[in-house]
């Protein structure tokens, strides 16, 4: 059965812990859909994880679409949600409204993603009035990282603290079905979602959130530079693809590839 927006608020009333895990290209969602991941998310995160930039704020609207359409292809019985870059949803509700639109009808998403905190609220309503699905995202904001001076944990103090459960519970009334919640202390996850009646879907926000979700390079160890706290790595996706090219080079160096075997 295709998970539904209802379908997840029944599967955080039941406690069935729900999976989410990004992926960008239709290789990598193949696989998730087969693997029974329930959520595949598009992440903003493709800026550092497959284009090669220092952060998400490059990431344009039509690069995110160009891999949801992917993603699509790839998974196509799978609840696919889009990120909202940078500025496509500040600028006016109108562009907002269109831009958002363009995840649904041309990217083949599900719902969209929206970082921010309540002032976005109003914003998330006229979406969801309009029949757009959205997944709320508070806590730490990556597209806000100029303004806060770096990744920063965020609900660390009583005042910072109550901002994220007002901004999650301005999500929750606005029409959100869901709140990522990203690396917030674990007792203020669990606060935030026991007060919850939407899902809360957690990244570095502790075990006791409706669910988790992990960026895909992460979890395959297919990155450069130093694992996150939160991350947990099931597999080594670097170095066996190393020895594997260092193994191919090698052989066409030598003259061993191609062989008879790989010859017509």
């Given at each position: 059965?295709k998970?539904?927006?209802?379908?997840?608020?029944?599967?955080?009333?039941?406690g069935?812990?729900?999976?989410?895990?990004?992926?960008?290209d239709a290789?990598t969602a193949?696989l998730?859909?087969e693997c029974?991941?329930?959520l595949?998310?598009?992440?903003?995160?493709?800026g550092?994880?497959?284009l090669?930039?220092?952060n998400?704020?490059q990431?344009t609207?039509?690069?995110?679409?160009?891999h949801?359409?992917?993603?699509r292809?790839g998974?196509?019985n799978?609840?696919?949600?889009g990120?909202?870059?940078?500025?496509?949803?500040?600028?006016s509700?109108?562009?907002?409204?269109?831009?958002?639109?363009r995840y649904?009808?041309e990217?083949?998403?599900?719902?969209?993603?929206i970082?921010?905190d309540?002032a976005l609220?109003?914003?998330?309503?006229?979406?969801?009035?309009?029949g757009?699905?959205?997944?709320?995202h508070?806590g730490?904001?990556?597209?806000?990282?100029?303004?806060?001076?770096?990744?920063?944990i965020?609900?660390?103090t009583?005042?910072s603290?109550?901002?994220?459960?007002?901004?999650?519970?301005a999500?929750?009334?606005?029409?959100?079905?869901?709140?990522v919640?990203?690396?917030?202390?674990?007792e203020l996850?669990?606060?935030?979602?026991?007060?919850?009646s939407?899902p809360?879907?957690?990244?570095?926000?502790?075990?006791?959130?409706s669910?988790?979700?992990q960026?895909?390079?992460?979890?395959l160890g297919?990155?450069?530079?130093p694992?996150?706290?939160?991350?947990?790595?099931?597999a080594?996706?670097?170095?066996?693809?190393?020895k594997?090219?260092?193994?191919y080079a090698?052989?066409?160096?030598?003259?061993t590839?191609?062989d008879d075997?790989h010859?017509?």
């Amino acid at each position: 059965m295709k998970i539904t927006v209802s379908k997840l608020r029944k599967m955080k009333q039941e406690g069935q812990r729900i999976v989410m895990l990004t992926t960008y290209d239709a290789p990598t969602a193949r696989l998730a859909e087969e693997c029974g991941i329930d959520l595949l998310l598009v992440g903003d995160s493709l800026g550092m994880c497959v284009l090669g930039y220092q952060n998400t704020l490059q990431v344009t609207l039509e690069e995110s679409l160009h891999h949801c359409k992917a993603v699509r292809r790839g998974a196509p019985n799978s609840f696919i949600i889009g990120d909202m870059p940078f500025m496509t949803m500040h600028a006016s509700e109108r562009d907002a409204l269109l831009n958002a639109a363009r995840y649904l009808q041309e990217g083949g998403c599900d719902a969209v993603k929206i970082e921010g905190d309540s002032a976005l609220a109003p914003t998330v309503e006229r979406m969801v009035h309009a029949g757009i699905p959205v997944m709320g995202h508070v806590g730490l904001l990556p597209q806000h990282i100029k303004t806060a001076g770096g990744y920063r944990i965020s609900g660390k103090t009583e005042d910072s603290a109550a901002r994220v459960l007002a901004d999650a519970r301005a999500m929750e009334d606005a029409g959100a079905f869901a709140v990522v919640l990203e690396c917030v202390p674990a007792e203020l996850s669990r606060k935030v979602t026991d007060e919850l009646s939407i899902p809360t879907i957690g990244i570095g926000a502790g075990p006791y959130c409706s669910g988790q979700v992990q960026v895909v390079n992460d979890t395959l160890g297919f990155f450069n530079g130093p694992k996150p706290k939160h991350a947990k790595q099931y597999a080594n996706l670097n170095d066996i693809i190393q020895k594997a090219l260092s193994e191919y080079a090698a052989e066409v160096r030598s003259g061993t590839f191609p062989d008879d075997e790989h010859s017509f």
